[in-house]
């Protein structure tokens, strides 16, 4: 397999999330592909399948499981096939549905692609998941923003949502890795989406990710959707309107998420950001 490196959500090689991304990886396994994922030590790698005209079949391995649906993923892949292929749309068959994918690129070749995610809906939290969630996170009830109240939120994968009140505490992270990943692991949660609100319109997010064998993802287009349809849903921004998502910082790599919330409620959210790719 020929296997490419990309950071998403970034223009600079140095931010951003990396991904791992096999063009082709016809014949390959659930072994193979998950031994390249734990190699690769990303937090996800996509293997496409080429199915047809600018069409393919997805599939995505963090270092420990695969995945049904990853978002910073899927727009380094895009950025890989339009680099080889061109841009333009581009459809992927994933394990959570089909999602359209469109290209454009800047005079000195950076890619941008936009996802479309399947239609995203979310559920309360019941009392004793959010005890443990907090007592994993070693936060306290007060650490939360009442406006904007704890759910699990889906756009391919799930991902509870969880607004911090402050800066400060969203910046402190230090979490049972074991107690957090044993209850993601039961609850089939892929990462937690925690949040702060700085405006309307702007948000900073960071994204546990223990059951991949990941501290921390450092940018998360699969939960940044899930936001989106989140925000939709308990009517908390004015559709149609771009929110701005902030991942990475505290890692020392800075990414940019832009979050489309379009007015039709059952609607996908469109996550757009641009890839770079890294040195072999």
């Keep these: 397999m020929e296997i490419l490196r990309y950071a998403a959500f970034t223009d600079r090689p140095e931010g951003g999330n990396p991904a791992g991304v096999v063009l082709d990886a016809t014949g390959a396994d659930d072994d193979q592909m998950l031994k390249v994922a734990a190699d690769l030590g990303y937090s996800e790698t996509a293997f496409l399948v080429p199915t ?30 339009a680099q080889r292929h061109g841009t333009g749309p581009l459809r992927l068959d994933t394990r959570a549905g089909l999602i359209d994918v469109r290209t ?37 009830p007060a650490d939360l923003d009442p406006a904007l109240p704890v759910r699990i939120g889906y756009a391919g994968a799930w991902h509870p949502i969880v607004a911090a009140a402050t800066r400060e505490r969203l910046a402190d992270l230090a979490y049972d890795m074991d107690a957090l990943a044993t209850l993601m692991a039961e609850r089939d949660w892929t990462t937690v989406d925690l949040v702060w609100r700085e405006s309307a319109e702007v948000f900073h997010a960071r994204n546990p990710f223990p059951p991949g064998g990941v501290v921390e993802d450092p940018a998360t287009g699969a939960a940044a959707a899930a936001l989106g349809g989140y925000l939709r849903e308990l009517g908390l921004v004015e559709p149609p309107v771009t929110v701005t998502v902030r991942q990475g910082d505290d890692l020392g790599r800075p990414g940019v998420l832009r979050v489309g919330i379009g007015a039709d409620p059952a609607g996908g959210i469109d996550v757009t950001g641009t890839a770079v790719r890294l040195p072999d």
């Design 52 to 81: 047809g005209d600018r069409s393919c079949a997805v599939r995505y391995f963090s270092p420990k499981a695969e995945v049904p649906f990853c978002g910073h993923a899927t727009i380094a892949s895009a950025a890989a096939y």
């Design 104 to 140: 454009d690129a800047t005079p000195d070749g950076t890619v941008t692609a936009t996802l479309t995610s399947v239609p995203p809906r979310s559920v309360p939290i019941t009392e004793a998941d959010l005890a443990a969630l907090l007592a994993a996170l070693r936060w306290s």
